[in-house]
């Protein structure tokens, strides 16, 4: 694995991509895949953390590109340069969306339902069609079901083996445009709780809504039921019981399981939490 660049690297990639603008005020931060300056007002700068998000990034950013013609009523992040290589790393600059994310459980419904029902009709043209991946073609559950629940500790297995089964026999949904990873930094809204803009669809593929119903439950599982019809909120808490849909999600995006250890690791941690929730409101 490329080891994390030094904040002063990822200032001079950035400020190659953004010749003329002042990184006074650029802050770094980053997630699981890439890295990031953030320029207030002017873009934010992705570079891949690791070989395999470098490989991906033209493909993510085509992504984008599609999905900003898309028409949706919040703003989306655009390519504002080419991919750029910078040895192992590539990086993009994408267009700034205002607004910031809202603590847990504060969403208003009205406009989660808006959000999830925009992504959800968004067109999928044939080239976006080709970008993404589809999950339902490539018996996304058994990999989970023989690679993964062994790994848990016995007193989970039964119940998330049980929980991938319910989850894998679903009735199929139309396949659609999921988000993939909805919920905290990447919904920002207004300071008067408006939804203005949606970022990082690194993690956009094609399956099931009831996907992105339940990453929108950061805002309360309440919340979710009153954004949607009660057949996505049964479904949603389907997948989330199963392993968590965060858990669902490093499947459903495409992403092969590399490190199969970690993964059920995080599972397990995941696990303990629900456990110790369900005993508080007992």
Not at 16 to 40: D, K, Q
Not at 109 to 123: C, D, F, M, S
Not at 229 to 250: K, M, N
């Amino acid at each position: 694995m490329t080891a994390d660049p030094a904040p002063g690297e990822l200032l001079e990639i950035a400020a190659t991509l953004l010749p003329g603008h002042s990184l006074a005020n650029a802050r770094v931060g980053g997630g699981n895949l890439h890295h990031v300056v953030l320029v207030p007002g002017t873009a934010a700068v992705r570079v891949s953390r690791r070989p395999s998000s470098a490989r991906e990034m033209s493909r993510r950013v085509e992504v984008l590109r599609e999905v900003a013609r898309a028409g949706l009523p919040f703003a989306v992040p655009e390519p504002l340069t080419p991919v750029t290589w910078f040895g192992e790393r590539a990086a993009v600059a994408v267009s700034w969306i205002e607004g910031a994310e809202l603590p847990e459980g504060q969403g208003d419904p009205g406009e989660i339902g808006t959000l999830l029902r925009a992504v959800r009709e968004a067109p999928v043209t044939p080239r976006l069609r080709g970008l993404l991946h589809a999950p339902r073609a490539a018996g996304w559950a058994e990999g989970l079901l023989d690679e993964v629940v062994p790994l848990l500790p016995e007193r989970w297995r039964d119940e998330c083996r049980r929980g991938l089964e319910a989850a894998r026999d679903l009735e199929p949904a139309p396949d659609v445009l999921v988000h993939g990873d909805l919920g905290g930094a990447n919904v920002h809204w207004s300071s008067d709780g408006r939804l203005i803009g949606v970022l990082d669809w690194d993690q956009a593929h094609l399956f099931d809504p009831a996907i992105d119903a339940a990453l929108m439950a950061w805002h309360g599982w309440d919340n979710v039921k009153a954004a949607v019809d009660p057949e996505t909120y049964r479904r949603a808490r389907i997948y989330d019981a199963s392993i968590g849909v965060g858990h669902l999600v490093g499947v459903l995006d495409g992403r092969p399981l590399t490190n199969v250890d970690v993964y059920a690791r995080s599972i397990v941690a995941w696990l303990e939490r629900q456990a110790v929730s369900a005993d508080q409101h007992v």
